[in-house]
């Protein structure tokens, strides 16, 4: 048997609890269809060339859906800084000369210092053959603009990823992110700080755009050929080092993701004057219909012993049930409160 009491608003808290995971994927562990980790290429030219499987989309959607939502601000700025605004001249008679302001997108952008945005959009050249005797010439090909996407599912960041937990490592390269949303190359032999890319921590989005540059100035930076140095314009993540982030099956992804559980706090007030009396049918002598209570059941010295809270809703259904780790007495002369937790992400 059982009594009830109607819980007031007061009752109930809601509170808000922020808890971390940890995630690790090796070699092939990457592509497993319970993880879901999805990379595509972005190719300005792939019109009819498709990337990533379930799903798939044509790689120049990839390449211009990514600058649309991550870029826009910054095509047009050679230090990866938000580019200038384009000032329209208002005329006398109401006319409008100029440009309209080019930088109002919102970018998603990750920290308040130099998001360092880099994205390609002309084609590069790329050292292709050894140095000449004379060192002066090399053999150079032209590459079209590409980029590397990795996509991390909800299920898998949560509410975002923890910055400063990015690792990456492929076969070409290492890469991490720096806490304020931009992605850097591991390359011991350069003291200088270089982005080759960034990390939209709440969309679980890791892009890689190359075009290294040094932090503050923008400038191109070259890298030394045991870490992909040979190439031009700047661009030292090549199509080599994109493929194999896209591609390879040989890479290794890490990192730490967040989520908020909400605790819900019911508290259960059992005033000093409520329930004193036992539900229990074991106190009554004889049938439940004519019995009388046991004498030890009438004393003034009788409090009965509280063993179960359950929570119910307005239709008497049982929703929840809390056991106590003991019967606990009720008292005669203060207030009882029983506090029950819930957990729901």
Not at 214 to 220: A, I
Not at 313 to 329: D, I, R, T, Y
């Given at each position: ?11 109930i ?16 562990e ?52 938000v ?9 006398p ?13 919102y970018?998603y ?49 949560g ?29 011991p ?12 921590y ?11 540059r ?7 930076l070259?890298?030394?050929?045991e ?7 700047g ?11 896209v ?21 259960c ?13 074991t ?13 030890y ?15 119910y ?17 009720l ?15």
């Open positions: 048997m059982a009594a009830y009491k109607t819980l007031n608003s007061q009752d808290i809601i509170s808000p609890l922020e808890v971390t995971k940890g995630f690790g994927f090796e070699n092939n990457l592509t497993s269809s319970n993880v879901n980790i999805s990379r595509y290429l972005g190719n300005k030219f792939g019109l009819t060339e498709s990337t990533g499987t379930n799903p798939s989309y044509f790689q120049s959607s990839i390449y211009f859906s990514t600058q649309q939502l991550y870029y826009s601000n910054y095509i047009s700025s050679s230090t990866g800084d580019q200038p605004a384009n000032i329209a001249i208002f005329q008679d109401g006319t409008i000369i100029g440009k309209i302001d080019g930088n109002g997108y970018n952008d990750q920290t308040n210092l130099n998001p360092q945005k880099y994205f390609l959009t002309s084609s590069y050249e790329v050292l292709t053959g050894p140095e000449s005797p004379s060192g002066s010439t090399y053999e150079i090909s032209t590459e079209p603009p590409t980029m590397g996407v990795m996509s991390i599912p909800k299920s898998l960041f509410d975002f990823i923890m910055p400063n937990s990015l690792h990456i490592v492929t076969n070409s390269g290492s890469y991490f992110d720096d806490g304020e949303g931009r992605l850097k190359r591991d390359c032999l350069i003291t200088s700080s270089i982005y080759v890319g960034n990390v939209i709440e969309h679980g989005m890791v892009i890689l755009t190359g075009g290294t040094t932090e503050g100035t923008g400038e191109f070259p890298i030394p050929a870490y992909g140095g040979g190439v031009t314009n661009r030292t993540v090549g199509t080599s080092d994109i493929l194999n982030f591609t390879g099956s040989n890479i290794s992804v890490s990192f730490s993701s967040s989520f908020t559980i909400y605790e819900t706090q019911y508290k007030t059992i005033r000093e004057n409520e329930f004193n009396y036992t539900l229990n049918p106190v009554i002598s004889g049938s439940s219909n004519s019995g009388v209570l046991y004498n059941a009438t004393g003034s010295y009788f409090s009965p012993y509280v063993t179960t809270v359950g929570l809703n307005g239709n008497f259904e049982l929703l929840a049930v809390g056991k106590l780790a003991q019967p606990l007495p008292s005669r002369t203060t207030d009882t409160s029983i506090l029950l937790n819930i957990d729901k992400q």
